[in-house]
């Protein structure tokens, strides 16, 4: 009777927390829902460009295997791989085709030096000669995806540590006290987001160090350039993290927002390719910070890009960071109007 009466209590509880009860049916639904389409639309056949002076025999067995796009000439193709519209081009020299794959995901150079083998299996012309923009042919899949999951645990960890000690200033009334002093909201949501920001630069900095000199991860940009990008991200993780504490009551409904928040930004931060996804899968992405911050953090890596390169990104990463501060500020209306 004694068991029953504590499984009676926790579920009257439980029932009493209908966000608790809708997230827990919810949330795996809709996390398995968005993997599935995912999946599902996974791609299955590269974007090639071919040269106007490749023979036309040859570009008609590659469009049986590949999506095909006649150019101009190399520069026009060149400059469509540098902004990863196709996965490689191709341009014979000599009666023999020389290919130039993107290579910075393994997965789709795979996807194309497959192609490509069929595509010889079947041809009477000379030995392809492959070169690659980025990365090679030997870069493995943790090389590729390592750039994203730095990311993505800074963005988490700092996530998750900045809500709940947010929350417990809260609850434990440091900041109702706080909220009572002649401090405008601007001033306390700037003064916390300093303070857990002097630590969250710390456990960013070594994170970084140890994926880059620990595990080795590639590196052709500049250390400081993915520093600043890490840092930025951090802050909006940061700021996201002290926003949505405030809607919490204990950690348990902090960490309900996990799968709602956290998950999708992984699922569509370029751990798959979303270019064969539905449209509102691909629109979705958009709305994600991790989104841009893995995409900035792989341009740097694995493609060698400047700060300059990746202003787009890092722009948005930083419009990110200041939205949630200011969201945060006025979520603190519900303690104090002033």
């Given at each position: 009777m004694r068991v029953l009466s504590i499984a009676k209590r926790l579920i009257k509880q439980l029932r009493g927390d209908k966000r608790s009860?809708?997230?827990?049916?919810?949330?795996?639904?809709?996390?398995?829902?968005?993997?599935?389409?995912?999946?599902?639309?996974?791609?299955?056949t590269p974007n090639i460009d071919v040269i106007s002076s490749v023979p036309n025999t040859y570009v008609t067995k590659l469009q049986n295997?590949?999506?095909?796009?006649?150019?101009?000439?190399?520069?026009?193709?060149?400059?469509?791989?540098?902004?990863?519209?196709?996965?490689?081009?191709?341009?014979?020299?000599?009666?023999?085709?020389k290919i130039t794959i993107e290579g910075a995901d393994p997965a789709i150079t795979s996807l194309v030096m497959n192609t490509l083998n069929k595509l010889s299996n079947n041809s009477t012309s000379k030995k392809s000669e492959i070169t690659f923009l980025h990365g090679s042919k030997d870069m493995g899949t943790f090389d590729s995806m390592a750039p994203i999951l730095m990311g993505f645990f800074i963005f988490f960890f700092v996530f998750l540590i900045a809500g709940v000690a947010f929350l417990r200033e809260r609850i434990s009334g440091t900041l109702e006290r706080i909220l009572a002093s002649p401090l405008k909201r601007w001033e306390i949501v700037l003064g916390y987001f300093l303070g857990f920001g002097s630590f969250v630069a710390i456990q960013t900095i070594i994170l970084q160090l140890f994926s880059?000199?620990?595990?080795?991860?590639?590196?052709?940009?500049?250390?400081?350039?993915?520093?600043?990008?890490?840092?930025?991200?951090?802050?909006?993780?940061?700021?996201?993290?002290?926003?949505?504490?405030a809607f919490a009551r204990n950690e348990f409904q902090l960490f309900q927002f996990i799968p709602i928040v956290i998950v999708p930004q992984i699922m569509f931060s370029g751990i798959f390719d979303l270019r064969n996804s539905?449209?509102?899968?691909?629109?979705?992405?958009?709305?994600?910070?991790m989104t841009y911050g893995a995409e900035a953090l792989r341009d740097v890596m694995l493609r060698g890009k400047s700060l300059i390169d990746v202003k787009f990104d890092?722009?948005?990463?930083?419009?990110?960071?200041?939205?949630?501060?200011?969201?945060?500020?006025?979520?603190?209306?519900?303690?104090?109007?002033a």
């Open positions: 009860i809708a997230l827990m049916f919810v949330a795996p639904v809709f996390v398995m829902y968005l993997l599935s389409a995912i999946l599902c639309s996974a791609t299955t295997l590949a999506n095909v796009k006649k150019v101009e000439s190399e520069e026009i193709a060149l400059n469509n791989l540098k902004d990863k519209s196709i996965d490689a081009y191709i341009i014979f020299k000599e009666n023999s085709p880059v000199y620990g595990l080795n991860v590639p590196l052709v940009g500049s250390f400081w350039t993915v520093l600043i990008i890490n840092l930025v991200l951090a802050s909006g993780s940061l700021a996201l993290g002290t926003l949505l504490s539905p449209v509102w899968a691909r629109v979705l992405s958009k709305i994600f910070p890092l722009l948005m990463l930083v419009g990110y960071a200041i939205l949630f501060l200011v969201l945060n500020t006025l979520a603190l209306k519900k303690y104090r109007k």
